[in-house]
């Protein structure tokens, strides 16, 4: 069964440094590190001290909120800090990589067998729960809830993003599988949306509903694919789980072993080889990365990609959840007369008000400058043009602002993640942070409606 | 040392902490004017657009720019040509130049400086809105008021049209449309009648300035002019409006940019050409009877729906509230023209009667959103 979804809003944005289909095998990193900001609103309850020994897929820390919910080590190794900051907040959890991987072994054979409540405690136990997000608020899903459907969504249309296909490529029977067990958790549907003309594997999956979609970005975005297809609504849940991630999931039911491997790409502007990598979730990004980034101090480096990632130091770890790992220079410099209209060409705009629309190929060199400082709100629709849901994104925006929870809850707030806002941010005249006001808004429903 | 080097020695005194930080908006509104700033996105998005509000507001000032040079050109023509004597090009512009550009220079000094003031009293940056409003309002006036009736309008403007309401984004009437409404009721003698159009007027006898809407609300149907200068705009007015060919020349780059709302223009025009076609139909009176396409020419529609009736902040916000707003600003201003001959052009109170009305106008249109995801979610609870 397959359906057509033609996404019309948007904008694709071309940069230079997209990583090329080369996967290069990197070696088992010396150190890993766990990062509980990964999780939104997880406070971690410790499961190890330091200095103790983990297996891959033992436990090291539980959510404090929900003690079902497990965090597990990628790698065998010993605990060698916990980094805390103020008030004694967990920050990460480094661990030393053993040279001689021991995973612990979760009964996961026969699955095929399995019921529902048996495929949550595996997933539960093996630390493989995290990888499967709730809409509404874009968190980890609650596993006593019952979903009204799953969504997966498998390309990326995000600038620079990782090639979902390339990532799949050598992990087809993984992916496959995954599918397999993710189906035992809805009734509902189970949603695969997949590029419009790009038949792949995916499109031979039994017993799961495939859409054809095309567009701009952000038609690989999960929440509008959602949005389209089957919409949330009050008091519903959607459960969504990363492509790469149900590989992960696949691996544990074929495997028994939790073995989040990781093929991220590395990419932007500044990249001399843009390119795949193959490693582990949480490894140690310059022991990898060294030889392709070209070694500058006015660089930024970005878990994620180059609109929704975190930003992080050079020395940083790979996040739980990134797929892949952008670098762009920083734009700390003045530019004279810069806003002047029609002579600037050297980035994109979804105004004419620089020529760049005349060159719908061209790739572009961005770095970090806001070109601009933030302004009241005066322009109207512009964010209509980017903002592909039967949502009226400033209107809710404004909502969030001050807190009107009824309003938000009106305006669709429970459709929305923080990504969906991304572009908005990026086209915004009044630059606008949308996807922090977004994500606030969210936080607020949390707290006061759960 | 270069221009980047001198800003920065003379912004530290402004800096935090240091005696003038206060004034910081002030100094900073020079410096952002000639540097985009090298401000590095801290949340959201690492890349941005290059579009900002300063390049929006300019953009706007490139559309106006022609029918600004037009009004120029359009006040010394008026002037020498009703004055019978010997003229050349050059005696057109200069009378034009020396009656507008001190009335834009005022504008722009009464305006900025309770610009700035209220930025530094607020202590926010300055916006850029005003550079628009400013030019819009000279542009807007009878080319004959007194400088200090501009500066008071403006003042007015930008006190109780716009910072009374909290600045920039949050003023409920245009405020430059505000400025001419204030000169208007407040100094009728200067703002209308037969001899406030053609420059110097009053104190010439041989020169009569009757505006076309004016001679048709006074009864009389012999028009002296041909539509052809009604469109091309040699003919008596506020000092830019007359020209609909230079406005849509506006009108063409402001859509071109995407920074003009396309859709409030169109509505206007549909809204008025059909108001203007049902009366050519009934034609009870003069005004009623004038052409519907010659309406869209005269007067200042063209102007006011293109500059005034798409300043987002005080239209109708919503894509649907958009139509419906731009429809009704032309379906009031042929209205107020045939129906009340005191006011013989009725865009200016057309667009600010549905300034007040975009946010009932968007009201409904977020309730049928509203009402749409309720609907649906009673639909599954059904099913389900």
Redesign the interface.
């Known amino acids: 069964m397959s359906k057509d979804i033609k996404i019309k809003c948007g904008l694709t ?1 071309n ?1 230079k440094g997209a990583a090329e289909n080369i996967v290069k095998k990197a070696a088992l990193p010396k150190s890993i590190s766990l990062n509980p900001a990964d999780f939104h609103l997880i406070t971690p309850k410790m499961a190890v001290k330091i200095g103790d020994h983990v297996n891959a897929g033992d436990v090291v820390f539980y959510s404090k909120k929900n003690q079902e919910v497990k965090f597990c080590s990628p790698v065998s190794g010993n605990v060698k800090d916990i980094v805390r900051g103020e008030k004694r907040k967990i920050i990460e959890i480094i661990i030393d990589v053993d040279s001689f991987q021991k995973s612990k072994k979760f009964k996961t054979y026969k699955f095929e067998n399995f019921k529902r409540e048996d495929i949550i405690t595996s997933l539960l136990e093996s630390g493989c729960w995290p990888f499967i997000n709730q809409r509404p608020y874009d968190i980890i899903a609650n596993p006593s809830d019952t979903p009204k459907s799953i969504f997966i969504s498998t390309f990326n249309t995000a ?1 620079i993003s990782a090639d979902i296909q390339i990532i799949l490529d050598d992990q087809k029977n993984e992916f496959t599988t995954g599918i397999k067990v993710l189906r035992k958790l809805t009734d509902g549907e189970l949603n695969i949306c997949v590029e419009k003309d790009n038949q792949t594997f995916i499109n031979e999956i039994n017993d799961v509903v495939i859409h054809n979609v095309s567009g701009p970005h952000p038609s690989g975005n999960v929440g509008v694919q959602i949005h389209h297809i089957d ?1 949330i ?4 849940k959607v459960w969504t789980v990363n492509p790469e991630d149900v590989a992960i999931i696949g691996r544990l039911f074929l495997t028994g072993n939790y073995t989040p491997l990781r093929t991220i790409s590395v990419s932007g502007p500044p990249v001399k080889y843009p390119q795949y990598y193959k490693t582990i979730a949480g490894s140690k990004l310059s022991e990898i990365i060294n030889d392709s980034v070209v070694n500058d101090d006015l660089l ?1 480096f ?1 878990n994620g990609d ?4 975190k ?1 992080v130091g050079k020395d940083s770890y790979l996040g739980f959840y990134n797929n892949s790992f ?1 670098v ?1 220079r ?12 029609f002579i ?1 060409n ?9 020529f ?1 629309w005349l060159f719908p190929n061209k790739k572009y060199d ?17 964010m ?1 043009k980017v903002f592909p849901m ?3 994104p ?2 809710l925006l404004k909502e969030c602002m001050i807190g009107d929870i009824e309003k938000m809850e ?3 707030i429970y459709e929305v993640a ?1 990504e969906d ?3 908005i ?7 606008i ?4 006001i977004i994500r606030k808004g969210l936080d607020l429903m949390i707290s006061e409606v759960g | 040392m270069n221009i980047r080097n001198i800003l920065d020695n003379l912004k530290k005194p402004f800096n935090k902490g240091e005696k003038w930080e206060k004034f910081a908006p002030a100094f900073n509104a020079f410096d952002t004017f000639l540097f985009v700033p090298n401000h590095t996105t801290k949340h959201g998005a690492h890349v941005r657009d290059a579009v900002d509000l300063k390049r929006t507001m300019i953009t706007v000032i490139i559309a106006l720019l022609p029918a600004l040079f037009y009004g120029i050109f359009n006040t010394g023509f008026q002037y020498y040509s009703q004055l019978g004597t010997d003229y050349n090009t050059m005696d057109i512009i200069v009378h034009g130049s020396m009656k507008i550009l001190p009335m834009i220079a005022v504008s722009y000094i009464v305006g900025l400086t309770i610009e700035f003031a209220f930025a530094v009293y607020r202590g926010h940056e300055i916006n850029e809105g005003y550079l628009v409003t400013g030019l819009l309002i000279p542009m807007i006036m009878p080319v004959d008021i007194p400088l200090w009736m501009v500066g008071l309008s403006v003042a007015f403007a930008v006190f109780i049209g716009k910072e009374a309401f909290g600045g920039t984004g949050m003023n409920i009437l245009n405020p430059a449309l505000t400025a001419r409404a204030f000169a208007f009721f407040a100094y009728p003698t200067y703002m209308s009648g037969n001899q406030v159009w053609v420059s110097e007027a009053s104190n010439i006898d041989g020169v009569s300035g009757e505006t076309i809407l004016g001679m048709l609300a006074s009864g009389s149907n012999s028009i002296p002019y041909e539509p052809m200068q009604m469109f091309i705009g040699s003919i008596p007015g506020s000092i830019a409006e007359t020209s609909t060919l230079m406005v849509i020349v506006g009108a063409l780059i402001l859509v071109y940019t995407g920074v003009g709302s396309w859709r409030i223009m169109v509505g206007s025009v549909i809204g008025a050409a059909v108001t203007g076609l049902l009366f050519n139909l009934w034609g009870a009176n003069e005004l009623m009877s004038f052409n519907w396409i010659n309406h869209l020419m005269v007067g200042g529609f063209a102007f006011g729906v293109v500059f005034m009736a798409t300043d987002p902040v005080s239209a109708a916000q919503t894509v649907k509230g958009k139509w419906i707003y731009g429809i009704l600003v032309g379906l009031f201003c042929i209205l107020i023209r045939v129906f009340n001959p005191a006011y013989p052009e009725g865009v200016m109170l057309a667009i600010l009667l549905m300034n007040v009305f975009a946010p009932t106008i968007d009201h409904y249109v977020v309730e049928a959103n509203v009402n749409r995801r309720i609907k649906r979610s009673l639909k599954t609870v059904k099913t389900a």
């Open positions: 944005i940069l600038p919409p609504n009050n008091g519903e930024r970005i180059v609109l929704t990632g930003t952008s762009l920083e734009g700390n410099h003045h530019k004279l007369f810069g806003w002047v209209p600037n050297k980035v994109p705009s979804i105004y004419k008000t620089s760049s961005l770095d970090t400058n806001m070109n601009g400082e933030e302004r009241a709100f005066v322009v109207t629709g512009e209509e039967d949502i009226l400033m209107q009106n305006l669709g923080p806002f991304s572009l941010d990026y086209s915004s005249s009044s630059k942070e949308a996807q922090f």
